[in-house]
């Protein structure tokens, strides 16, 4: 029996949060059987255009960026992202703005209402419930970001007008199998019949095409279809829908956000019936793209970065912004990762960029210990300079504590590693602190 019938309904948020957490047995339940249920239940059917976006790295940005651009250019927008960093309410945003406790309650109590006895988990849960807050809000267009994989994700429960895939890696091995092929095709489970798919992977395995065929899909790939080209200063995009030059440089930083900006105009392309957009309203958006802890430079001395880099090809485009930034002293990290994630992948990948590493263990069932990224990042290299601390701010103190004014800590690792070094020490070290 569920807490409504029982005449125990949670009253706020967080009671709201932890119900969602018990109420499946497991975090992770792949399969659309058990939402899809409870969204007819609900009578949830989207009557605004929908975007949905997956992909192993860049989903973030590309609905950041599309957030901005479509909100510059007149339409309610509501976006739907995860994890969140802070605060649960970022993971639903109408108009650019966090949903407030109320509004996010009512949907998850219209979600309990509906689920009876089915059991949903915390991440099916909370998509009804944003979904419902669209809906409830009349948002003229909703953006979709895929939890995980795409086929049997919650959120491919609702048909989008558009998809995009932004890339393909290894991750979430268990789930999606071991293989670009065969994640590939997971994530390619988004694509709809008769709609238009986006692909910014410049290089992506043949089940990307073959699932398009299959079902009937447009694909649109980076390079032939539409592309880009840029400097250290403007960009110019090429699509179905023109080529725009001169824009400027998205607001988030490193050479792959330009693929991902890519795809989002591509994006826009093939809705511009439904969602027009003047050049000029496409130029503000991309200058007012905000995402945190996606190598987000914190200014101060040292200089503090944050990036939620969590498997090997995010820690390469890591390395790379890293390199393109101005010349440091040295190099310090501030390291945590999950048990179930590559971390020697990472470390490999950071090997050779940092001078000292100050590493803590996430305190969640899936966080790695301090001991075991400690061994992890001996076994990569066995002279790496490892300072061990029991949780990640601890590791920030104290690698704020060796760090001199011409250094660099970089924090990366993990959502959980960003979010509790932003919480408890508001990412800066000494004045930066703020």
Not at 38 to 65: E, H, W
Not at 107 to 112: G, R, S
Request: hydrophobic letters at 45%; proline letters at 5%; glycine letters at 10%.
């Amino acid at each position: 029996m569920n807490d409504l019938a029982t005449g125990l309904a949670p009253r706020t948020l967080g009671d709201w949060l932890t119900h969602m957490e018990r109420i499946h047995s497991k975090p992770i339940e792949m399969g659309l059987d058990r939402v899809s249920r409870v969204r007819d239940q609900m009578g949830l059917r989207p009557g605004f255009p929908v975007i949905t976006v997956g992909g192993t790295n860049g989903k973030g940005s590309v609905c950041a960026m599309l957030e901005a651009i479509l909100s510059v250019a007149g339409y309610r927008v509501g976006c739907y992202s995860s994890p969140h960093l802070l605060r649960y309410n970022e993971r639903v945003r109408i108009g650019r703005t966090e949903a407030d406790d109320a509004t996010v309650c009512r949907a998850l109590a219209a979600v309990e209402a509906a689920r009876q006895e089915v059991a949903l988990t915390y991440f099916e849960f909370g998509t009804l419930a944003a979904v419902k807050t669209f809906v409830d809000a009349g948002v003229d267009v909703a953006i979709l970001e895929v939890g995980l994989g795409g086929r049997l994700d919650a959120v491919n429960i609702f048909d989008s007008d558009c998809a995009v895939v932004t890339s393909i890696g290894i991750d979430h091995v268990d789930y999606l199998g071991d293989s670009r092929k065969s994640i590939g095709r997971e994530k390619a489970g988004i694509f709809r019949a008769g709609q238009p798919a986006v692909c910014a992977e410049p290089d992506p395995p043949a089940t990307i095409d073959a699932e398009a065929r299959r079902v009937g899909a447009r694909l649109l790939r980076f390079g032939s279809d539409f592309g880009c080209a840029g400097d250290r200063f403007q960009w110019s995009y090429w699509g179905p829908g023109g080529r725009p030059s001169g824009l400027p440089l998205p607001a988030l930083r490193g050479e792959h956000q330009l693929r991902n900006a890519a795809a989002a105009l591509a994006v826009l392309d093939e809705l511009r019936d439904k969602l027009p957009v003047a050049v000029r309203e496409l130029k503000q958006g991309l200058v007012e793209i905000a995402l945190p802890g996606r190598f987000q430079v914190i200014p101060g001395q040292p200089a503090v970065i944050l990036d939620v880099a969590h498997n090997p090809q995010a820690a390469e485009a890591l390395a790379a912004n890293l390199e393109q930034m101005g010349p440091y002293r040295r190099t310090i990290a501030v390291f945590a990762m999950l048990r179930d994630k590559d971390i020697a992948g990472v470390v490999r990948a950071m090997n050779g960029r940092v001078d000292a590493w100050f590493v803590g263990g996430i305190a969640v069932l899936r966080g790695a210990s301090a001991t075991e990224v400690r061994e992890a990042i001996a076994a990569v290299d066995a002279k790496a300079q490892v300072h061990a601390s029991e949780t990640p701010s601890q590791a920030f103190t104290r690698a704020c504590e060796s760090a001199g004014p011409d250094d660099r800590i970089c924090v990366f690792g993990s959502f959980y590693t960003v979010a509790e070094v932003m919480r408890e020490k508001r990412a800066g070290c000494g004045s930066a602190a703020g």
